[in-house]
C-alpha cells in the first residue's frame, strides 16, 4: 500500500537537544511538507519541499531545518533554537504542479521535550 | 492563525441522524478547499474536496457545500456512525499556491 510513513511514534527529548523526525513516502510526489499540531490550533506549516534539493519556509520555520536529498523523504530536524518544541508534528505529500489536490498525511510524531 | 483556544468547538449528535459541520473560510482568492477527517492520535484523513467552480459535491455519505459569497463551507454526514467520531477540519488553498490554511476543527461526538 503508498502511504507516508512517520517515525517514531512518540519521542522523548531532553531541552537543548537536536532530534530528528523521520518522514517517507512511496506515493511518488513531488511535493513534501511538515506542519505542526498544537491543541486547538489549525495545522501550521513549517517548510515545504516541491522538488529534490529544494526547499521554502513556511510560516513558523524558526528553529527547524530541513533536508530533501530524495524524492521519498524529507526528515525534520527541531533544533534546541525552538522555543517551544513539544506538539504533535504531521508531514504530508502531494501530487505537485497539479492546479490544488490534497495532501496525504502520515500518522505523525509526537515530541515531548523536558 | 491566531489560536482559539484550547478547546474545540463540540457537535454531538445521535447515532443514525445527520451532521452538519461548518467551517467559516478567510480568504475569498481560495479556490479549492478540502475536508479532513482526524482521529485520535493519527494524522488527518482525506474525506472530500471541492473547487470554487461548484457548490456543491457528494461523496459516499457525505455532502460538502460551499458558499461564496458568505465564505461558508459545511460538511454533512448523513446516518451519522460511531465511527464517525473525531475532530473534522477544513483546509482552503488559494490558485497555484502550495500552502493550505487550515480550520482549527470540531470534534463530532456520535452518541448511541
Known amino acids: 500500500d503508498g502511504g507516508i510513513t512517520q517515525s517514531p511514534k512518540y519521542l522523548f527529548r531532553k531541552e537543548g537537544q537536536n532530534v530528528t523526525l523521520s518522514c517517507e513516502q512511496n506515493?511518488?510526489?513531488?511535493?513534501m511538507y511538515w506542519y505542526r499540531q498544537d491543541p486547538g490550533q489549525g495545522l501550521r506549516l513549517i517548510y515545504y519541499?516541491?522538488?529534490?534539493?529544494?526547499?521554502q519556509k513556511g510560516d513558523i520555520a524558526e528553529g527547524y531545518s530541513v533536508s530533501r536529498e530524495k524524492k521519498e523523504s524529507f526528515p525534520l530536524t527541531v533544533t534546541s533554537a525552538q522555543k517551544n518544541p513539544t506538539a504533535f508534528y504531521l508531514c504530508?505529500?502531494?501530487?505537485?504542479?497539479?492546479?490544488?489536490?490534497?495532501?496525504?498525511f502520515g500518522n505523525g510524531t509526537r515530541l515531548t521535550v523536558t | 492563525g491566531e489560536s482559539v483556544g484550547l478547546h474545540l468547538p463540540t457537535l454531538s449528535v445521535q447515532e443514525g441522524d445527520n451532521s452538519i459541520i461548518n467551517c467559516a473560510y478567510s480568504?475569498?482568492?481560495?479556490?479549492?478547499f478540502i475536508w479532513y477527517k482526524q482521529e485520535s492520535g493519527k494524522g488527518p484523513q482525506f474525506i472530500i474536496d471541492?473547487?470554487?467552480?461548484?457548490d456543491k459535491r457528494q461523496g459516499q455519505r457525505v455532502t460538502v457545500l460551499l458558499n461564496k459569497t458568505v465564505k461558508h463551507l459545511s460538511l454533512q454526514i448523513a446516518a451519522t456512525q460511531p465511527g464517525d467520531s473525531a475532530v473534522y477540519f477544513c483546509?482552503?488553498?488559494?490558485?497555484?499556491?502550495?500552502?493550505?490554511?487550515f480550520g482549527p476543527g470540531t470534534r463530532l461526538s456520535v452518541l448511541p
Open positions: 480568504n475569498s482568492a481560495s479556490d479549492y
Open positions: 483546509a482552503e488553498n488559494i490558485k497555484h499556491g502550495q500552502n493550505f490554511v
Open positions: 506515493l511518488n510526489h513531488d511535493a
Open positions: 519541499s516541491q522538488i529534490v534539493n529544494d526547499f
Open positions: 471541492i473547487r470554487s467552480n461548484m
Open positions: 504530508a505529500s502531494s501530487i505537485f504542479g497539479d492546479l490544488g489536490s490534497p495532501l496525504h
